[in-house]
């Protein structure tokens, strides 16, 4: 779900950030405290070659992917996919995964979504998958009444948006709205389709699954034809994969840049170790405290929180994440920054990194 969320607007130290904690522990929250074992996750950092993860080799890390990551490309994405599946097809296993994103521009005129969406065509063993996925241009999670009133407007633009996906891919999906809710069926019950819903009104993103490895390769390719003559950015996952197969990826196009995204397992105080072995260009995550809004303010909507602590270029920064606003608009930015001690600003995070 994409959550609610701020930030705070000055980089702060990592004592200051343990700081926040104890200020946290003073409310009665449970924070985590500096030798607490925690997961951190890594996105980004940025790599010369794929044996660069041995810098992580003192910790303990899982989920482990290698992304090809192209800014600008502009080519034909049936050679591009084509070309990860074939190496894929020699190094598949159980636990390995290889998908390729693009983004996808929807024809329909829109007031609620962006015109971008974006897709990912994914090779898994023994099946394959298409995922589509649209970006709102506002976060409005479920349980918010606030935007009650375009209720209909936005269920008749996003079923809209879904359809110019399903028409281009041409697949057998029908589209409905039922109880105030876009819904989508495959025709065949038994195929493998998965549904998110990360706002108020239906699904932002669907999955349609196949046992035919080549059967999305044409489709996928009309997809991404959709944003011609613009330029791309286009990223390739990979996970659970050798180092000689990450090699034989490796040479696949020349212009990628290449960057890991893992969980780590660390105590909370070794995090500026772990940020120091990912620079200069990654950036860590790491859950400081979760708690239910009610806990602090009792006359507001419940929600649930998560104080996070991001790290990146030697810095940190706290987040606040909510799954919905537990007060009025004008009166959040102000409860966080008395909650936390500093100025905050709101931040939703992206949809298609």
């Known amino acids: 779900m994409r959550e609610r969320r701020w930030e705070t607007t000055i980089p702060l130290t990592f004592g200051q950030v343990l700081a926040v ?5 003073a409310l009665g929250l449970k924070p985590a405290v500096p030798a607490q ?5 890594v996105e980004e950092w940025t790599v010369a070659t794929p044996d660069e993860f041995d ?12 992304v090809h990551v192209r800014e600008g490309w502009k080519g034909d994405f049936f050679l591009l996919a084509g070309a990860y599946h074939t190496v894929y097809q020699r190094y598949q296993d159980v636990g390995t995964y290889c998908s390729v994103s693009h983004p996808w521009r929807i024809r329909e005129p829109l007031q609620w979504h962006e015109p971008r969406g974006m897709f990912w065509l994914g090779f898994r063993h023994a099946h394959s998958f298409l995922r589509i996925r649209l970006q709102t241009r506002e976060v409005i999670t479920p349980g918010e009444t606030r935007a009650d009133a375009m209720r209909p407007q936005w269920l008749d633009e996003r079923r809209a948006a879904f359809l110019d996906a399903i028409a281009t891919l041409e697949l057998p999906i029908e589209t409905l709205i039922e109880k105030d809710q876009v819904v989508l069926r495959p025709a065949d019950p038994a195929t493998p389709f998965f549904c998110s819903w990360p706002d108020a009104f239906g699904p932002s993103q669907f999955e349609y699954n196949t046992t035919d490895a080549f059967e999305f390769l044409v489709p996928a390719s009309k997809l991404a034809a959709t944003i011609v003559p613009e330029l791309a950015g286009v990223r390739a996952y990979l996970t659970g994969f050798s180092e000689e197969a990450l090699t034989e990826f490796q040479a696949i196009e020349s212009g990628a840049r290449f960057a890991y995204r893992c969980s780590v397992h660390c105590p909370l105080d070794e995090l500026p170790e772990v940020l120091a072995a990912i620079q200069p260009d990654g950036r860590l995550y790491a859950t400081l405290c979760e708690f239910q809004t009610r806990v602090v303010i009792p006359e507001g909507e419940d929600a649930s929180a998560i104080i996070g602590i991001v790290g990146q270029n030697g810095q940190f920064q706290i987040e606040v994440r909510l799954n919905r606003a537990s007060l009025a608009e004008e009166a959040m930015g102000g409860w966080l920054e008395r909650l936390i001690g500093y100025p905050v600003v709101y931040a939703p995070l992206p949809a298609f990194v």
Do not use: K, M, N, P
Request: proline content about 0%; hydrophobic content about 40%; glycine content about 4%.
């Open 21 to 25: 904690g104890e200020r946290l522990a």
């Open 55 to 66: 810098q992580l080799d003192a910790w303990s890390t899982e989920d482990v992917t290698l």
């Open 37 to 41: 074992d925690i997961i951190c996750y």
